[in-house]
């Protein structure tokens, strides 16, 4: 390669880096190292390039961006084995049968399947690792996924090297009270109880802590962050005009939004059956679904069989630079998950001061505080969602005052994107050259894991008033009361 090739590569490199990071790590580190990661998945996006959840790509791009050497591992299909560099990361793929099982198929099919495939990937991963680690002689191991820990392990004592796990949330916390589906999920807990010199985790708003604790893992190197909000990018505004036209809706329309796969753990329907109700007193209603995912033709039917189909619209997966535009479009956006719906969707429509609905579940709570911050709907009173729908629709005085509280407090709890990924490097680092435990923020922490992304601090949330549940108290207007968190400047935002 010629010396203007090579400046050309890394111009490229840096021009990617920009885009996925959304800001310039200006930085070099003056101790590079290699690092060789291990990624579970096939695609480096969730819904196409620029699209869907920016976690996953931006952990490794980071610290290409510092300046260290980023080798990962990862699957593909028949006739996608050939590597692949991408801002600064080398992409080293090997074949291997999907890691995730057909969710759709019989219960004793699925575990049965999932079980050939988490362990024939754990094989195929521990050979291609091996292989790279012959080539590269890494300094560090990292675990992308939860259900790349155990390859991760064994690499990493076979090479006596440290070892992180950067995990992006669980799905234990939905099976706490369910002993099957927790004994179904075993590559979670076989994953979260590998010994790591740093788990960072990603604070996705589940009770983390209690899934934690009874896996008996140890919390000292537990690093629970929230995702960071690019500050700069989604900020409120006016609704785009033409935007509801282009799509065939009126623009004068009352606008339910949702932005986020379309995937059955997601529990769109439920945002479906709330319109159809909403419309019998506000025919004005509509939905738009964001997002891309397999339950798209399910969602479309379940529309047509409930007559609403011409009052929702699917406009497909959305670049994350694009989304401000669209959440201003709303005038409620809604997340309705079991899980958490403290997620990044419902950070970005905060930022964008949107009235967020959500249902109130893990630590939703701590970010929607009913009848301030938005709407909180405990699971018991779901089906009275029309109802406080319809109220909303009202009151445009409240979404707004709603939405201007929400902008306030989600910037307390919420860093920048380049906050929240130079926290990160700080702890890779010092596994690095420490070679020992770094001690995260889950030691002492309560239960549930309440953590803010900032400075690996109690979340503002502590000490909070509590929720006051879906109905706002009498004499509440939807305003914060006095002396509350006040209006700030323009922010934020990401599968």
Not at 31 to 48: F, K
Not at 83 to 110: C, I, K, M, Q, W
Not at 147 to 174: E, K, Q, V, W
């Amino acid at each position: 390669m010629t010396r203007a090739q090579s400046e050309r590569r890394a111009s490229q490199a840096c021009r990617e880096q920009e885009r996925v990071l959304g800001f310039e790590l200006a930085e070099q580190t003056d101790a590079p190292l290699t690092i060789l990661g291990i990624v579970p998945w096939r695609e480096l996006w969730s819904m196409g390039a620029g699209a869907g959840a920016t976690a996953f790509t931006r952990s490794p791009v980071a610290l290409a961006a510092r300046g260290h050497r980023l080798h990962i591992v990862q699957p593909c299909g028949r006739g996608h084995e050939a590597p692949l560099t991408f801002a600064g990361v080398h992409f080293h793929r090997f074949r291997v049968p999907e890691v995730f099982s057909n969710p759709d198929r019989p219960l004793p099919v699925r575990l049965a399947s999932r079980a050939w495939r988490y362990g024939l990937f754990q094989w195929m991963a521990r050979g291609a690792a091996v292989r790279l680690a012959r080539e590269v002689r890494p300094d560090l191991v990292v675990a992308y996924g939860i259900m790349t820990a155990p390859a991760a392990r064994h690499l990493a004592r076979r090479l006596d090297l440290p070892l992180i796990g950067r995990y992006f949330g669980n799905t234990l916390s939905l099976a706490l009270e369910r002993r099957l589906r927790w004994q179904g999920n075993f590559m979670e807990r076989i994953g979260f109880r590998i010994p790591v010199e740093a788990m960072i985790l990603t604070n996705d708003g589940s009770p983390v802590l209690e899934v934690l604790r009874r896996l008996q893992v140890d919390l000292r190197p537990v690093h629970f962050l929230r995702n960071g909000l690019a500050l700069d990018l989604f900020t409120p505004g006016p609704r785009p005009a033409g935007r509801l036209t282009e799509l065939g809706l009126p623009e004068d329309a009352f606008v339910l939004l949702t932005a986020t796969r379309l995937h059955s753990e997601k529990r769109l329907e439920r945002v479906l059956h709330a319109l159809a109700g909403l419309r019998a007193t506000a025919p004005q209603a509509v939905a738009i679904l964001l997002g891309e995912g397999p339950e798209r033709a399910s969602l479309e039917a379940l529309a047509e069989q409930l007559g609403i189909r011409d009052a929702v619209r699917f406009p497909g997966p959305v670049l994350n630079v694009d989304l401000p535009a669209w959440y201003r479009c709303a005038d409620v956006v809604l997340s309705l998950l079991d899980r958490t719906n403290a997620s990044n969707p419902v950070f970005e429509a905060m930022a964008c001061e949107r009235c967020v609905v959500a249902l109130d579940v893990g630590t939703t709570a701590e970010v929607i505080r009913g009848g301030i911050t938005g709407v909180l709907v405990p699971p018991s009173r779901l089906p009275e969602l029309p109802t406080v729908l319809a109220e909303l629709a009202r009151d445009p005085e409240r979404r707004a005052a709603l939405g201007r509280a929400a902008r306030s407090l989600i910037a307390e709890l919420c860093g920048t994107w380049e906050q929240r990924m130079r926290r990160e490097l700080e702890i890779i680092e010092r596994v690095a050259h420490t070679r020992a435990v770094v001690a995260g923020n889950l030691v002492s922490g309560g239960a549930g894991g309440a953590w803010s992304g900032k400075a690996e601090a109690p979340g503002a949330a502590e000490g909070a008033p509590p929720a006051s549940g879906f109905v706002p108290a009498a004499g509440d207007d939807g305003a914060p009361p006095a002396g509350a968190a006040s209006e700030s400047r323009g922010r934020e935002g990401q599968p």
